[in-house]
């Protein structure tokens, strides 16, 4: 029989049959299973073995069957209670693994750096290292950097690096902060935005990330610190958080995809403008960082949405997305 099998296919099929039959002789077994003699008598021990048949004398033997969750029930339990042990040996051996690895290794994988300065510097060195794409989760309330300070940016963007940013919503509300996004997205910058992000994140060239090691209700603490991970699994584990985060994000755009978006009769304000209300920035938290009235924003949506065909914002937002507006 097969190891881990709690019947073989003989033995399934002599059971299934005697269900049949209700109740049989080996003979009458043999006969109807196309079994020889010799076989039918054991397979109808083993069954008996196994508790699904039981045996009274007549003339004879003559077998019944019994139910199979009583029979095979304990088997199961046994086994469920075994898998469950040889689980938790392996989880244990497991963890012992990995902390005897982290320890033997980490310091090949993971940096820990304390302090704003030291992080303010790390991230400008990397930066002006970068050869190929920048990764940020700008979250509201930089740790080490804020978004006017980091004029790195510009010099790796005139070098050919790519940057993507993710903005979280509450960042975009602070004053100031989308006159500096508009100018990073000026020099090239891809950005969009989600209403919240998981953590603050910045990877370089896909082979060094940034992660701040402290919750951010916990930041009055001490210094902040961060980790710099390098090449691995966790490193890994990052890009792939960034790049599901991109997908889901709504762009942030000034500038027009194609030429025939001009023809649509939107300027890179209204753009722009566009961009915020997709990504659920509020009307007056717009209004302030345009420098323009609640009314003046008003305005100019009812203008996009008589552009649009449509009467509403949700629809706007689907026109703007078919349309190619942001």
Known sequence: MQEGLLLDAREEQA???????????????????????????????????????AVHYSDGPVFRPLPPDVALGTTLLRRQESLEAARKTVAALSEEFRASASRRDAHHLVEVIVGANALRERLRDLQESAHQEILWFCRANPLAMQGADNTEEYGALSRG??????????????????????EGVSWGEEARSLPTLPVRLAIVDRATAVCPLVRDDELGIGEPTAAIIGRGQLLDALLALFESHWEMATPVKLQAAEPA??????????????????????????????????????????????????????????????????
Do not use: H
């Not at 609640?294 to 203008?303: E, H, I």
């Open 161 to 182: 690096v790519r940057y993507r940013a993710i903005y979280e919503r509450a960042l975009l509300e602070q004053p100031g902060e989308l006159d500096t996004i508009a």
């Open 15 to 53: 059971y299934r049959l005697l269900v049949g039959l209700s109740a049989a002789r080996p003979s009458e077994l043999a006969e109807v299973a196309d079994l020889p003699q010799q076989e039918a008598d054991e397979v109808l021990q083993r069954l008996q073995a196994k508790g699904l048949v």
């Open 261 to 326: 978006d001009e023809i649509e009769g939107l300027d890179d304000n209204e753009r722009f403008l566009l961009s915020l209300l997709v990504a659920g920035v509020p009307d007056k938290s717009i209004a302030s960082q345009l420098g323009i009235s609640r009314r003046t924003v008003q305005r100019r949506l009812d203008r996009m949405m008589a552009l649009a065909g449509v009467d509403t914002r949700t629809g706007l937002a689907f026109q703007a997305a078919k349309r190619g507006w942001i």
